[in-house]
């Protein structure tokens, strides 16, 4: 089974940027990625998709200064944050989803901290 291992998250700056990275051990040429977010207390909250062919959405808050994308050969996803906010605040997870299966993946999160 492809496991997700995330990474790249830390403290930064309002302002500031960080790259994620989410790392599986085996192919994701066919899964669909997304990048989600969970501060303690409250629900976790859908951050960007990247379909097989590349395609991408973002939730509202993430727009323009987000961005997510995907190195099948490396087996990896990315997650680009910029002009980062203190209510980026969260631990951040990626999740798998195998388009021909439905097998869902999760990795273990993050912790992205944006403070001065």
């Known amino acids: 089974q492809v496991q997700l291992v995330e990474s790249g998250g830390g403290l930064a700056q309002p302002g500031g940027s960080l790259r994620l990275s989410c790392a599986a051990s085996?192919?994701?040429?066919?899964?669909?990625m997304d990048w989600w977010r969970q501060v303690p207390g409250k629900e976790r909250e859908w951050v960007a998709n990247?379909?097989?062919?590349?395609?991408?959405i973002y939730a509202q808050f993430a727009k323009g200064r987000f961005t997510i994308s995907r190195n099948n050969g490396a087996r990896t996803v990315y997650l680009q944050m910029e002009s980062l906010k203190p209510e980026d605040t969260a631990v951040y997870s990626c999740?798998?989803?195998?388009?021909?299966?439905?097998?869902?993946?999760w990795g273990q999160g993050t912790q992205v901290t944006v403070s001065p």
């Open positions: 999740k798998g989803r195998a388009v021909r299966t439905g097998l869902v993946l």
């Open positions: 085996a192919s994701i040429d066919f899964y669909a």
């Open positions: 990247i379909q097989p062919n590349g395609d991408s």
